[in-house]
Every structure is written in C-alpha cells, then in structure tokens.
Nanobody, 118 residues
Framework: EVQLVESGGDMVHPGGSLRLSCAAS????????MSWVRQAPGKGPEWVSA????????YYADSVKGRFTTSRDNAKNTLYLQMNSLKPEDTALYYC???????????WGQGTQVTVSS
C-alpha cells in the first residue's frame, strides 16, 4: 500500500524557517518524481515544487523560488522541503504527492499545517 506521511509543520513568525518531511512507503521511492503542493484556507491547491527521480533536478513556483529548497534521500525514502524566509502568505496545508509523468499525481499524503504569523 502506497503511503505518504508529511511532518514538520508548525507555527512560526515571519522570517522563520521550517523543514517539512514526507516519508514514503509501499513503492520504489527512487523511481518516482515527487512534488509539494499547498492549499491555503479558502483557496485552491498551489503547486510549490517538484524533484525528478533521475537526476534530482528541482523546480519551483515563482512564489517560493529562492526561499524554498526541495531535496530527497532515496536511501531513507524521504522527501524534504526546506522553507526559509517564511511569509504570512506561505500559510497553508502542505502536501507531498507522487508524480505520474504527463498525468499529474496519483497519491497524496494527509498534509502538514504551516502557519506563519506574528
């Protein structure tokens, strides 16, 4: 059974940092691209970042570029999102998702809440 379990969400002040983790199980993690997607209250899902499985190339939404870093540890079957210089507009439920090339996502985690507030 495919499982994705996010953790690391918290409440932080503007300018703070957090590192989210996504523990994957039930599939060969190293052979799938992965993404982070977030959803703020009252808004639709927003793609945040992606990382390929071949060369771990990374891609970011303009809204987080230069502040967030996605990485993966295939030995630990874990995806990470390092978030720096957090802003109130980063407040959202953050999900990791397994990528199916050309089709989107087929599995999601349950999400972890990030709240940025003074």
């Amino acid at each position: 059974e495919v499982q994705l379990v996010e953790s690391g969400g918290d409440m932080v002040h503007p300018g703070g940092s957090l590192r989210l983790s996504c523990a994957a199980s039930g599939f060969t993690f190293s052979t799938y691209g992965m993404s982070w997607v977030r959803q703020a209250p009252g808004k639709g899902p927003e793609w945040v970042s992606a990382i390929t499985f071949v060369s771990s190339d990374t891609y970011y939404a303009d809204s987080v570029k230069g502040r967030f870093t996605t990485s993966r540890d295939n030995a630990k079957n874990t995806l990470y999102l390092q978030m720096n210089s957090l802003k109130p507009e980063d407040t959202a439920l953050y999900y990791c998702a397994r990528v199916i090339a050309g089709l989107g996502y087929d599995y999601w985690g349950q999400g972890t809440q990030v709240t940025v507030s003074s």
